[in-house]
């Protein structure tokens, strides 16, 4: 139970650390759903499995910053000219299923925390991966946009044979 309580109050101080990081959505730009923030992480997973980059750009805020497997890209603009492509080839090449989600909000902003497995082929190669996803959100009144993704995995533990 308490570190359960420390894990909360880290995520809290998470998202008012990341509140302060974040600036407002600008005239003619699209945030996410208004309704659940988990809306948006899942609207943001189906438009990387689509291709639809258009999509996955309206919901990141312009200074979202994305870690990925040891890697930094510090704004929404290097990501799309960094890792989005293969993103989106990697999303719609390999099968992700979520095992398990968590969400903590605070103050207009959110946590959700994502647990999945990888299944699939991706550049002839097998994969089979447990996935762990960080997303932090911020909340305004068009709806909520990811200022935040914290990626990393590792391989699924292999089944007896």
Same mark, same amino acid.
């Given at each position: 139970?308490?570190?359960?309580?420390?894990?909360?109050?880290? @995520?809290?101080?998470?998202?008012?650390?990341?509140?302060l990081?974040? +600036?407002?959505?600008?005239a003619?730009?699209?945030?996410?759903?208004? +309704?659940?923030?988990?809306? /948006?992480v899942?609207?943001f997973?189906? @438009?990387?499995d689509?291709?639809?980059?258009? /999509?996955?750009?309206?919901?990141? @805020?312009?200074?979202?910053?994305?870690?990925e497997? +040891?890697?930094?890209?510090?704004?929404?603009?290097?990501?799309?000219?960094?890792h989005l492509?293969?993103?989106?080839?990697?999303?719609?090449?390999?099968?992700?299923?979520?095992t398990?989600?968590?969400? /903590?909000r605070?103050?207009?902003m959110?946590?959700v925390?994502?647990e999945? /497995?990888?299944?699939?082929?991706?550049?002839?190669?097998?994969?089979?991966?447990? &996935?762990?996803?960080?997303?932090?959100?911020?909340?305004?009144?068009?709806? %909520?946009?990811i200022?935040?993704?914290? %990626? &990393? +995995?590792? @391989?699924?533990?292999?089944?007896?044979?």
């Amino acid at each position: 139970m308490i570190h359960s309580r420390v894990a909360r109050r880290g @995520a809290l101080g998470l998202l008012l650390g990341f509140g302060l990081l974040a +600036g407002p959505i600008q005239a003619g730009q699209q945030a996410g759903p208004a +309704g659940e923030p988990e809306a /948006t992480v899942t609207a943001f997973h189906d @438009a990387l499995d689509r291709g639809d980059g258009a /999509t996955v750009v309206a919901l990141l @805020a312009e200074d979202a910053v994305i870690f990925e497997e +040891g890697y930094v890209e510090r704004s929404k603009a290097e990501y799309v000219e960094g890792h989005l492509p293969a993103d989106m080839k990697f999303s719609a090449a390999v099968a992700s299923t979520t095992t398990s989600r968590q969400t /903590t909000r605070a103050q207009g902003m959110a946590v959700v925390l994502t647990e999945s /497995t990888m299944r699939g082929d991706f550049a002839g190669k097998a994969v089979d991966r447990i &996935s762990i996803e960080t997303m932090v959100l911020r909340r305004d009144r068009a709806g %909520w946009r990811i200022i935040h993704i914290h %990626w &990393s +995995g590792r @391989a699924a533990p292999k089944s007896p044979s």
